[in-house]
């Protein structure tokens, strides 16, 4: 092989030929030496046999090679003092120190004798990968024993109890007739007012009750071999909400500016506030009593009038809403639809106290009743669901809850309810039976209905 076409090699290559022909100590020679050393090994390998060399032939050939790398390294030397003597030409300050030029001759020397060495290519950084953080399932409970209870409405409470069901199961073996039951109690009364047997999986229980504006608690526990009960947890009083309007009329009106900002505003009045008063409080205080704000100040419109609360029960319902045992959520539905109703037909005005709604002539004067009644059916599912009541599809709420009123006359009456899932392939179904029989003694009137409602079907 030519000298030339080993020029042409890189230097990983000439090392692989070198380590094929035998050669020893490769490791160390550059590009140059490599390619002599093969030649030579290549002349060796053609040439005829010849007898070994002396020792003074021996030594020679040392002596040469040696030289050799002795003129290079003179060479390599030279090249770095013109690299150093041309950065001070262009003006460089900065000086370099004996160790800083013996670095520099370093590094020209391992550059030439690189300097036909091939760059491997830059090895892409790693790709960073998302190591999902595995959490696992929230817990059913947490264990920690405790019973919360809380109103729902004016007759409704819910009670929630926070027990694994390991620990349901220990107390129910506790139990003399492995049962575990959740009591309810009026405030100052000592007999509970309900007491509720609980079902394996109940983990929450809805609870009626009859009085509003009242406070009630909770026990949870079991009867014991020797017959005392047992308290597992007791939950704190709550209080059920009124079911009327509030007998406080009063109305206080106050003007706070958007404009300025909550501090600048609390700075004006800072002076004039007085133990624990709130800030609109004090705003209307102040306005009322003529205090000079750096803002207009509204208009006081005055009191809640007798007038004005009558006139809102009337339209509200009064004493049917009362008596209507529904959840918030359908009584806040009702009140909605009769409210539209009601307003935009007129039928409250000035000259009308009692309102329009009653059928037949209404007596000016003297006693008298009227009462009537309508039937809500109301219920959840899946959002997505179908919903028919009586064959006839009921819109559903987001939540997936629905609702829907009929009249409600004397007779016996049966609805079918049926739930589709949203594919088609679920299919549940409740038929409701009703029936109404009304009893009057002297002269009761009928409450009109609204004219958009149906009457259920007859059975």
């Known amino acids: 092989m030519s000298k030339t076409h080993l020029d042409a090699k890189t230097k990983t290559e000439l090392l692989k030929t070198a380590q094929r022909l035998g050669l020893r100590g490769i490791s160390t020679m550059n590009k140059d030496e490599l390619v002599d050393a093969i030649q030579r090994a290549q002349t060796r390998s053609t040439s005829p046999k010849r007898q070994p060399l002396g020792v003074a032939t021996v030594a020679k050939k040392v002596a040469e090679e040696i030289k050799r790398r002795a003129v290079r390294k003179r060479d390599a030397d030279e090249k770095a003092k013109k690299v150093a003597s041309t950065r001070a030409d262009r003006g460089s300050q900065i000086a370099l120190s004996k160790k800083e030029q013996a670095a520099s001759t370093a590094a020209a020397v391992e550059h030439s004798a690189h300097k036909f060495d091939v760059t491997p290519a830059k090895t892409p950084p790693p790709k960073q990968v998302f190591h999902e953080e595995h959490l696992g399932e929230l817990p059913d409970s947490y264990g920690t024993g405790r019973l919360f209870l809380v109103a729902r409405d004016p007759h409704w409470l819910f009670a929630y109890w926070d027990l694994s069901w390991q620990q349901m199961a220990d107390y129910r073996g506790q139990a003399s007739d492995g049962r575990l039951l959740l009591r309810i109690f009026e405030k100052n009364h000592a007999q509970p007012a309900h007491e509720f047997t609980l079902q394996h999986d109940a983990r929450n229980w809805y609870i009626p009750v009859n009085k509003a504006a009242t406070s009630y608690n909770a026990e949870l526990g079991f009867w014991r071999h020797d017959g005392a009960f047992h308290v597992i947890s007791r939950a704190r009083e709550t209080a059920t909400p009124p079911d009327s309007v509030s007998p406080d009329t009063s109305a206080t009106f106050a003007t706070i500016p958007l404009d300025i900002p909550f501090h600048d505003l609390l700075g004006i009045i800072r002076g004039h506030l007085r133990d624990g008063e709130r800030l609109a409080e004090a705003l209307q205080r102040l306005q009322r009593d003529g205090f000079k704000f750096p803002f207009k100040v509204g208009v006081d419109l005055g009191p809640w009038t007798t007038e004005q609360a009558g006139q809102l029960e009337r339209m509200l319902g009064g004493d049917i809403m009362r008596r209507m045992q ?86 016996q009456f049966q609805l079918p309810v049926v739930a589709v899932s949203a594919k088609g392939g679920d299919r549940r179904t409740a038929e409701l039976r009703f029936e109404r029989k009304t009893t009057t003694a002297g002269d009761v009137g009928k409450v009109k209905q609204p004219g958009h409602l149906k009457s259920p079907a007859a059975a």
């Open 326 to 411: 529904v959840g918030s959520m359908e009584m806040t539905e009702w009140l909605r639809r009769r409210l539209q109703e009601e307003t935009s037909s007129g039928m409250f005005s000035a000259f009308s106290p009692a309102g329009a709604s009653w059928s037949g002539a209404q007596p000016q004067r003297g006693f008298w009743f009227a009462v009537n009644a309508e039937l809500i059916i109301y219920g959840a599912t899946e959002p997505d669901a179908k919903v028919t009541i009586d064959g006839q599809a009921v819109k559903l709420r987001t939540d997936g809850t629905f609702s829907f009123h009929y009249t409600f006359p004397d007779g």
